[in-house]
């Protein structure tokens, strides 16, 4: 008989818990959504702001035109990408996977949909158990119907950060979308349902890698969700207090005998998304979601002791039973940070720097050099100028080597987001260049924008 997969034979079924951390989570919930659903709407300088154009392959990005030339930025962005988690995984564990990893993200809004449509966790629980019948499949299918329009949808708001999202809006309205954006659209939202609707905290368990090569960043000081045995141990039910029973009586089970805070009330496995029991100590199938901590501290409240029994802190701190370690006790923190700050400034001013426009100058070799009616020789190129800015631009061109005399046609005009090619002749004098090949610079501001400037080189032929 085949072995069933563990990973799909186990359903759980998270309580729902309120709490500060919850408060958090939903927040990320709505805000990293409005983010990703709202961003291929909004409209920057009259065009949409952040868009990746296959064809031309340029990244729109608020009023900022990235070419394949700027490729050095995108290099850069990553890096800082793989610093960043590096740093933020070694500091706070996986807060990240627990707040706002797209599959937590999207975990949350299934299980959303699923509660509004089949109630509880205990209901559904019965529910699954159940034979299927008229009420089971209305409910299943209704939120199967509703999962599935809403990863369309996450599908769709995906392919509009690469064709135009009104346009997309419009086509789809005309029932005339292309066929590679159907498909985009369509396997990218069948992976949030298979993902999210289906395989939920068993992809966090079994297939995430970041949750595999984490153990390597980690420390003793890293934030974790941990439970302080030392103050839960022994757990068990507490003898009810009574008013004649002193305080002390408190730390007492219903044997009699010393108990540790733990009341054993098993909330905090119930409300956990990955099913696990953090009192059982570290284990990689947490998240850090704090789900555990919010449903712990209302149990404390509830029977009169102090919060945090189950509480973010690290390894070192809670051997120790310390406060969390400052920034300055975590060195490789400082040295991730410092190099995340240099190479952020870098590409910052990088970018501030930029200017808008690339320039070639080609000799043509179909054209030899010859003399002009004043004596001086005359060299002719292609100077091919590409305009990244929305509105059409004028460059000038002017000499800036020694024996340059001048530059015929030296003001050129390039449509917004364009390139274009045109014929300009290099003038010469013979009595400063000597007979041979010379490199001489040319430079080119853009008259709309003096401050805007290129120094570009040219091969020179003189006879
Ligand atoms: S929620 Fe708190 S008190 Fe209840 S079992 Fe978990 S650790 Fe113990
Ligand atoms: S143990 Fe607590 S923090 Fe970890 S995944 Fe479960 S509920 Fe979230």
């Known amino acids: 008989m085949a072995t069933p997969l563990h990973f799909v034979s186990s359903k759980v079924y998270p309580r729902l818990t309120g709490g500060r951390f919850n408060t ?6 709505l805000v990293t959504q409005l983010i990703y659903f709202g961003l291929p709407w909004l409209n920057w300088d009259g065009q949409q702001a952040t868009r990746f154009d296959f064809d031309s392959m340029r990244l729109y990005l608020f009023g900022l035109t990235l070419l394949p030339q700027d490729f050095i930025y995108l290099a850069a962005a990553l890096i800082v990408a793989a610093l960043g988690l590096f740093l933020w995984t070694m500091l706070a564990g996986r807060l ?13 809004i299934m299980i959303w949909i699923e509660r509004w449509v089949e109630g509880p966790p205990n209901q559904r629980r019965k529910r699954d158990a159940a034979p299927w019948g008229a009420e089971k499949v209305l409910r299943k299918s209704t939120t199967q ?67 595999r090569f984490q153990g390597a960043m980690f420390d003793r000081d890293t934030l974790l969700v941990a439970y302080d045995d030392k103050r839960g141990e022994p757990r068990g039910a507490r ?21 540790g805070a733990c009341v054993d009330c098993g909330l905090c496995v119930q409300v956990c998304p ?85 320039v070639d100058i080609l000799r043509d070799r ?37 024996g340059l005399v001048r530059v015929e046609a030296p003001i050129l005009q390039v449509a917004g987001d364009s390139v274009s090619s045109f014929n300009v002749a290099l003038v010469a004098d013979p009595a ?32």
């Open 24 to 29: 958090v989570r939903v927040a990320f919930v």
């Open 96 to 108: 990240w996977c627990g707040f706002s990893c797209p599959q937590t993200v999207y975990t949350e």
């Open 145 to 211: 119907l509703l999962m599935a329009a809403f990863s369309l949808w996450t599908g769709l708001t995906l392919v509009g950060y690469f064709t135009p999202m009104r346009e997309l809006a419009a086509n789809l309205g005309a029932g005339d979308i292309g066929v590679w954006e159907a498909l985009f659209a369509l396997s990218y939202g069948g992976f949030t349902w298979l993902l999210a609707g289906h395989l939920r905290e068993q992809v966090c368990k079994h297939m995430c890698p970041y949750a």
């Open 239 to 259: 003898r009810k207090q009574h008013a004649i029973i002193p305080i002390a009586a408190a730390n007492v089970g219903r044997d009699d005998k010393p108990q």
């Open 274 to 358: 990955t099913g696990i029991d953090i009192r059982e100590g570290l284990q990689y199938e947490c998240i850090g979601c704090a789900a555990c901590i919010d449903v712990c501290d209302e149990v404390m409240d509830k029977t009169g002791q102090a919060r945090g029994l189950i509480r973010f802190s690290t390894q070192h701190a809670m051997a120790q039973q310390q406060p969390l370690p400052s920034l300055r006790q975590r060195p490789r923190a400082l040295v991730y940070g410092g190099l995340l700050l240099g190479i952020v400034a870098l590409s910052a001013t990088g970018l501030a720097l930029r200017v808008p426009f690339k």
């Open 366 to 402: 179909a054209v030899m050099q010859r003399e002009s009616n004043d004596g001086y020789i005359e060299n002719v190129y292609n100077v091919r100028i590409m305009n990244t800015e929305r509105d059409s631009r004028r460059y000038r061109l002017q000499v800036e080597s020694a």
């Open 432 to 463: 400063v260049l000597p007979s041979g090949s010379h490199t001489v610079g040319v430079r080119i501001v853009n008259l709309d924008d003096p401050s805007q400037v290129l120094h570009e080189e040219a091969r020179l032929l003189m006879p």
